[in-house]
């Protein structure tokens, strides 16, 4: 079933027009001739020890000035599993993403961590209008990686991420200033507007899926943000598979199986790029390289 959510109010066009990108936030290992890290350690957490994170609802974790509810699905193992962070879009829940996108099922199929924050009820959900320094939401991803390789020790080469709308646009955020930690991203219809670009620390591998021309709220396109994207991205060096599948500001059917084979096949500085040949077969007709 493909799904559409109504997102967007009419003054977030004037927010975007006075919005900026700020500095990115510290990398922790230098790059290697690949674009990956020679030396990979988790972020530290900027609240003291970590709480324990477990299967469900995570109620209350601290982070910077505030906290955040977090639904967290665990695989049966989840010792040095890679990562997944899913966003929400606005209006939504977390419970309500992983429930649409069957990310429960992709957990203990695949053998993936998905952590999926509630936002901290800012106006757009996520802070991806704001700058990047002492953004909380960067805060958020740092200190939940944190946690999680200090209880799970995860796969620091795999860590991702996916979102829909204002998850999109913030895991388009993520892309640009959380680089030196994230493999690859997966943002569904997210995209961003020129002025808000930023370069990533360093190239990375991204999907980008959108609903065509139709994918609307008001006067905001998702498909002019998503274009831009991926060409800014390109012009940077970052591979780009571009999803165009027309049905409008959807999650079209089949996103979680596309969306996690294109992620799990590019840990963190894989060479040679597997899709430089062509897409997988089992890839919609719909996407492509461009």
């Known amino acids: 079933m493909t799904l559409s959510f109504a997102l967007w109010t009419a003054p977030w066009m004037g927010l975007l027009a006075c919005g900026g990108g700020g500095a990115t936030t510290d990398d922790t290992g230098s790059a290697g001739a690949d674009g990956g890290a020679v030396a990979r350690t988790a972020p530290t957490y900027s609240d003291g020890t970590c709480p324990a994170l477990v299967d469900g609802v995570n109620a209350d974790f601290p982070t910077g000035d505030t906290s955040y509810k977090v639904k967290i699905v665990l695989p049966p193992d989840p010792q040095g599993a ?8 606005l209006g939504g829940t977390a419970n309500e993403l992983v ?23 800012s106006p757009y959900e996520w802070h991806f ?26 796969d620091l080469d795999r860590i991702t991420s996916l979102g829909m709308s ?12 959380e680089a030196q930690w994230l493999a690859a991203t997966a943002p569904f219809s997210g995209g961003v507007l020129p002025d808000l670009y930023t370069t990533p620390a360093r190239p990375l591998p991204v999907l980008i899926t959108w609903g065509g021309t139709s994918d609307l709220y008001g006067t905001l396109s ?5 274009r831009e994207l991926s060409t800014d991205l390109r012009a940077d060096g970052s591979f780009v598979v571009e999803c165009e599948h027309n049905g409008g500001h959807t999650i079209p ?23 430089a040949g062509g897409l997988p077969s089992d890839f919609p007709d719909w996407c492509r390289l461009p």
């Open 82 to 89: 890679p990562v997944l962070f899913a966003w929400h879009w």
């Open 129 to 154: 209008l704001d700058d990047a320094q002492d953004n909380p939401d960067l805060l958020l991803f740092e200190d939940l990686l944190s946690c999680l390789s200090g209880q799970y020790d995860v």
């Open 222 to 226: 998702f498909d002019d943000l998503s």
């Open 99 to 121: 429930r649409t996108m069957d990310l429960d099922q992709l957990a203990a199929d695949q053998g993936v961590i998905v952590v999926a924050p509630s936002s901290d009820g």
């Open 253 to 275: 059917n089949g996103a979680t199986a596309y969306a996690w084979e294109f992620l799990a096949a590019h840990p963190m500085g894989v060479s040679p790029e597997p899709y």
């Open 166 to 177: 204002a998850g999109g646009l913030m895991t388009t955020y993520l892309s640009l200033h």
